[in-house]
C-alpha cells in the first residue's frame, strides 16, 4: 500500500486526515480492517449508544477501536481506524446509507441492524428503498445468500460452534421486531434474531416482500397477504433481563434511561458474546457507562444544570417520552435544520407532542417558529426563546430550581448547546 | 374572506353546518400517505373549527378500514411509491372521494396524494398507473434531479390568498389539462415542473400541491379558504406564531430574480 497513503493517514487530525486518506488511498478502509475483527451497527436510531455500549463490553475482551464521535460515514471510519493499533477488535456505527459500501471493504464479523424508520428524508430517501439495499449489501457480503424469508424462519443456526464469520458473511444480529429490518437480514446467511421493540411503526406498515400490509399485534407482526412474519426470536429483553441464545437469563441494570437502551443493550451483548465475550460479562462492563458523547449526561448550559437528550426523528421521540421528567417539569426541545438535521422539519407533525402537555416548553433552535406552531396546534403551553442558552435559563427559571432541565435537542442543536457547555 | 371557486369550475353550494353535527374532517390512510408530517393538515383544519366553536370529528382512516364517504374536507398526504400505489387502489374501490366531491366535500392532497387525484401517474420503474381522475392533472416520472428544497408560491389571483410557503421533495412531473386551474406560480423552487413554473392544481373544492411542511402549518390563510368553502365565513383566529413562520421562511428563501434562471445556490436556505 502507498507511502503516501501511510503518510496522510497517521495522526491525520480525525476527519478531515479520514478524508485526505480516503482521496489518496480508495481502499484505506479494507486495508485498516485487514486482521481486525470488527462489528458494524446501523440503524436509524441508537447507532452510537449501542456502539458505546459495545466498545464497554468489548474492551473487557482487548483495545477496542472505535469511531465514538459519531463520525458515521466511510472517513469518519477510516479516522477511527488509523488511529488505532493494528489488529484487535473494532466496534464501529455506520450510517444507515453507507452499510453496504462499508461492510463490503471492512469485511466484519457481526452486523448490528436496529431499526429503520422516517430520518431526513431529504437526504436518505424512502425507508423500504433503504431496507432493499440493506438487504441486497448482507446478501452480497460473502453469505450464500439464502433468503429464508418465510414465517418465523430464522436463517443458519446462529448457536453453531463455528466463529462468528466464519462462512465469509458476517453474522447478522437483528432486531425481528422491525419488518424492514427482518427484510433487510433475511438476505444474510446467517442472522441472530432479538426482540429489542418498535415504538415507531408508521413507517413499517407496508410489507417490504409483497407491499400488502403488515399487521401489529402486542408481541408480533405478519403480512396479512404474503405471510412474511416476525422471526422466532433468539435473544430477548424485558424490564428485568436479557434471555440469551442459549436460554440463559441474565438480570442487568443500566445506568442509561429508558427501555430503547435496555435493548440496545441485548444486541450489543448479543454481537459480544459473537465475538467471545460472555453474555453477562458484557452486560456488567454496560452498566456503569451513563453518558454518550454528552447523551443523557448532566451539563451546565449558561450555569444551569440540564440533562441532554437527543432526539432527531418520530421514532426517537417515541423513546424519549419514556423517560423524560413529568409534568409539570418544564422541558427545552431545540429543533435546527442543517444538512445533519435533515432541511425539512416537517417530521414535528409526526411527533405526538400531545404528550407534553401539562407543563411549560421552551422552543428554541433555528427551527424554534416551526415548533411552535406545531405545539399550539397540539394545545401544550410553551414559549419561544430563539438562543438555545437562554431557553435552558428560562425553563431553569419556570420550573423547580432542585432539579436538571431536561433538554431534548435533534442533531446540530444538541452539538451547539454542547458547546456552550461544561460538564456539570 | 375570499371567495371560494373563483378559478375554479361550478361546484355544489357552500354546505353550511347546523350546530349539532359534527364537521368530519377526514384524513385518508395516514398510515399510506404520511411520510412528510402531511396528516398535520387534518389536525390543523380541526383545531381551526374547534377554537371557533365547531363541533369536530376527526376520523384517521386507516388503509386497513373503509374511507367514509361522507367526510366534509378530505386530506392526503405524501408517500412512498409502494404504498401510493395501495392508497390508489383502496381509493378506487366504492369511490368514496368522488362520491364525497360530487356532494361537495373539499379536498387537500399533498405530493403522492395530489398525484393520485390524476388520471395517470408512474410508479418507481416509470410504469404509468391510474389514478382516481378526480381532477384533470397527469404525472409523469421526472427525468432531472429529484425537486428537494423550500417551494415559494404567489397563488392565482382569485384566490384572495397571500405568498405561499412549502417544501417540496417529489420524484413525478405533473400537468394540468384545460380542466384543472394551477393553485398558484412558482416564485422559487419547482413546483409542478411542467416548465411553465404552475404549482399545484384547484378545480372546484378540490386543492392539490406539492407543498410540505406541513402545508397548513405555513398558510393558515390556505385552510381557511378550505373550512370556508365548507362551513362559511370564518371569524378570524390569532395565528401570529404562523405569521412569524411564514416571515422567517420567505425571508430565508432566495427568490431568483426576474429571468427566472435557476441557480443550484438558490436551492440553499441557511443564510441566517
Given at each position: 500500500m502507498g507511502r503516501a497513503s501511510r503518510l496522510a493517514g497517521r495522526?491525520?487530525?480525525g476527519v478531515i486526515g479520514g478524508r485526505v486518506t480516503l482521496l489518496v488511498d480508495p481502499d484505506a478502509l479494507a486495508r485498516l480492517s485487514a486482521g481486525r475483527r470488527s462489528v458494524l451497527v446501523s440503524g436509524t436510531n441508537g447507532k452510537t449508544t449501542t456502539t458505546r455500549l459495545l466498545v464497554a463490553a468489548l474492551a473487557t475482551a482487548g483495545p477496542t477501536a472505535t469511531n465514538?464521535?459519531?463520525?458515521?460515514l466511510p472517513f469518519g471510519l477510516v479516522a477511527a481506524l488509523s488511529g488505532a493499533a493494528p489488529g484487535g477488535l473494532a466496534a464501529l456505527e455506520v450510517d444507515e446509507a453507507y452499510l453496504g459500501q462499508v461492510a463490503a471493504a471492512a469485511r466484519p464479523e457481526v452486523v448490528c441492524l436496529l431499526n429503520l424508520s422516517r430520518d431526513q428524508l431529504d437526504r436518505i430517501s424512502e425507508v423500504r428503498m433503504l431496507a432493499g439495499r440493506w438487504r441486497q449489501a448482507l446478501a452480497g457480503t460473502?453469505?450464500?445468500?439464502?433468503?429464508?424469508?418465510?414465517?418465523?424462519a430464522a436463517s443458519g443456526?446462529?448457536?453453531?460452534?463455528?466463529?462468528?464469520?466464519?462462512?465469509?458473511g458476517p453474522v447478522v444480529v437483528a432486531n425481528a421486531d422491525d419488518p424492514m429490518v427482518v427484510w433487510a437480514a433475511s438476505g444474510a446467511a446467517r442472522v441472530v434474531w432479538v426482540?429489542?421493540?418498535?415504538?415507531?411503526r408508521l413507517d413499517a406498515?407496508?410489507?417490504?416482500?409483497?407491499e400488502g400490509r403488515i399487521q401489529f399485534t402486542d408481541a408480533a407482526w405478519s403480512c396479512?397477504?404474503?405471510?412474511?412474519a416476525r422471526p422466532d426470536v433468539h435473544v430477548s429483553v424485558d424490564d428485568g433481563a436479557m434471555t440469551d441464545r442459549s436460554g440463559r437469563r441474565h438480570p442487568f441494570t443500566l445506568s442509561l434511561p429508558g427501555r430503547c437502551n435496555r435493548s440496545n443493550a441485548a444486541m450489543a451483548a448479543t454481537a459480544a458474546s459473537l465475538l467471545g465475550v460472555d453474555e453477562a460479562q458484557a452486560l456488567t462492563a454496560m452498566e456503569?457507562?451513563?453518558e454518550v458523547t454528552g447523551r443523557y449526561g448532566v451539563m451546565r448550559v449558561g450555569g444551569v444544570p440540564a440533562r441532554m437528550l437527543l432526539s432527531k426523528n418520530p421514532a426517537g421521540w417515541m423513546e424519549i417520552f419514556d423517560f423524560l421528567?413529568?409534568?409539570?417539569s418544564p422541558v427545552v426541545v431545540a429543533i435546527n435544520s442543517r444538512i445533519a438535521d435533515g432541511?425539512?422539519?416537517?417530521?414535528l407533525w409526526d411527533v405526538?407532542?400531545?404528550?407534553?402537555?401539562g407543563r411549560q416548553v421552551v422552543a428554541t433552535g433555528e427551527r424554534c417558529r416551526d415548533l411552535a406552531v406545531r405545539l399550539r396546534y397540539a394545545e401544550v403551553d410553551h414559549v419561544m426563546v430563539v438562543d438555545a442558552v437562554a431557553a435552558v435559563a428560562e425553563a431553569r427559571r419556570l420550573g423547580d430550581q432542585s432539579a436538571p432541565v431536561d433538554v431534548v435537542a435533534n442533531y446540530t442543536a444538541f452539538q451547539r448547546l454542547r458547546r456552550a457547555a461544561v460538564d456539570a | 374572506m375570499p371567495e371560494e371557486g373563483a378559478v375554479a369550475s361550478p361546484s355544489p353550494p357552500s354546505r353550511r353546518r347546523g350546530g349539532d353535527s359534527a364537521v368530519r374532517v377526514v384524513v385518508v390512510h395516514p398510515d399510506l400517505l404520511?411520510?412528510?408530517?402531511?396528516?398535520g393538515n387534518g389536525l390543523i383544519l380541526s383545531r381551526r373549527l374547534q377554537w371557533r366553536g365547531f363541533a369536530v370529528e376527526l376520523i384517521?382512516?386507516?388503509?386497513?378500514?373503509q374511507v367514509p364517504a361522507s367526510g366534509d374536507v378530505y386530506c392526503l398526504g405524501g408517500g412512498e411509491d409502494a404504498a401510493q400505489h395501495r392508497a390508489a387502489a383502496e381509493l378506487a374501490a366504492g369511490n368514496p372521494l368522488g362520491q364525497a366531491v360530487d356532494n361537495g366535500a373539499a379536498v387537500l392532497a399533498v405530493c403522492a396524494g395530489f398525484q393520485v387525484l390524476g388520471h395517470r401517474y408512474p410508479s418507481a420503474d416509470g410504469q404509468m398507473r391510474d389514478g382516481l381522475?378526480?381532477?384533470?392533472i397527469e404525472t409523469r416520472k421526472g427525468?432531472?434531479?429529484?425537486?428537494?428544497g423550500e417551494l415559494v408560491v404567489t397563488p392565482?389571483?382569485?384566490?384572495?390568498?397571500?405568498q405561499m410557503t412549502g417544501y417540496e421533495n417529489h420524484g413525478g412531473l405533473t400537468s394540468l389539462g384545460p380542466g384543472a386551474q394551477p393553485l398558484g406560480h412558482v416564485d422559487a423552487g419547482i413546483g409542478?415542473?411542467?416548465?411553465?413554473g404552475r404549482e399545484g392544481a384547484v378545480v372546484g373544492r378540490v386543492i392539490g400541491t406539492?407543498?410540505?411542511?406541513p402545508v397548513l402549518a405555513r398558510n393558515p390563510a390556505l385552510a381557511d379558504l378550505i373550512l370556508s368553502s365548507v362551513v362559511g365565513t370564518l371569524d378570524p383566529l390569532d395565528d401570529s406564531e404562523a405569521e412569524s413562520l411564514r416571515a422567517e421562511r420567505l425571508q430565508t428563501v432566495r427568490i431568483p430574480g426576474r429571468s427566472g434562471r435557476w441557480h443550484w445556490r438558490d436551492r440553499l436556505t441557511s443564510r441566517r
Open positions: 495522526g491525520g487530525g465514538s464521535g459519531g463520525a458515521n460473502g453469505g450464500d445468500g439464502a433468503s429464508g424469508v418465510g414465517a418465523g443456526d446462529p448457536s453453531a460452534d463455528a466463529p462468528a464469520g466464519a462462512h465469509g426482540g429489542a421493540g418498535l415504538s415507531w406498515t407496508g410489507c417490504p416482500r409483497c396479512a397477504d404474503c405471510g412474511f456503569p457507562v451513563a421528567r413529568p409534568a409539570p432541511r425539512d422539519p416537517s417530521w405526538p407532542f400531545e404528550r407534553l402537555a | 404520511g411520510t412528510y408530517g402531511d396528516g384517521e382512516a386507516m388503509s386497513d378500514s381522475g378526480l381532477i384533470d427525468t432531472g434531479r429529484r425537486p428537494v392565482s389571483s382569485g384566490l384572495g390568498l397571500p409542478n415542473g411542467g416548465g411553465d406539492y407543498m410540505h411542511g
